[in-house]
């Protein structure tokens, strides 16, 4: 039972750790014009073209103004904001773990992504974000027509 304790303690530490660890960081930015690419992690999520499957996810059909609106309605923090580019950060509850998400304009659509700052796995919730970013976009859309 003490052992068991000690590990639960250090994996809470740990979590602690990383979580004030993500606080520090930002998001990456444009690179070249787009938003930069997921990598290899499965904690991140984008809409540009090329992007493995498994770490797509489709545009929004909305402008960053819109989203702005949407992000900031679900708590998260708008951090930097020019006419093509928006960044934004939201932070966990339980460990204040900070996930980053980034949008740039393309006409009429909004390339997204969203990811962890640190970890590995995120159990999906930077997708989830986006496809709650994209139903509340859509219930918004189907209320004005």
């Known amino acids: 039972m003490t052992t068991l304790l000690l590990i639960l303690g250090g994996f809470i530490v740990v979590f602690i750790g990383l979580g004030l660890l993500s606080q520090k960081g930002e998001a990456p930015g444009l690179i070249d014009g787009k938003l930069k ?3 290899s992690k499965p904690n ?3 809409s540009e ?3 493995q499957s498994e770490r797509y996810v489709a545009p929004l059909n909305a402008s960053l103004d819109e989203v702005a609106t949407v992000i900031e309605e679900l708590g998260g923090t708008i951090t930097s904001r020019s006419k093509t580019y928006l960044s934004a950060t ?5 460990f ?3 996930d980053d998400v980034e949008l740039r304009q393309d006409g009429s659509i909004c390339h997204i992504r969203s990811a962890s ?3 590995h796995s995120d159990m999906s919730a930077n997708k989830k974000r986006v496809e709650h ?3 509340i976009l859509q219930s918004e859309d189907a209320a004005e027509t």
């Open 37 to 39: 690419e997921p990598g």
């Open 44 to 46: 991140v999520v984008c």
């Open 49 to 51: 073209e090329g992007v």
């Open 90 to 94: 939201f932070m966990s509850r339980l």
């Open 96 to 98: 204040k773990f900070v």
């Open 117 to 119: 700052r640190v970890g």
């Open 133 to 135: 970013i994209r139903r």
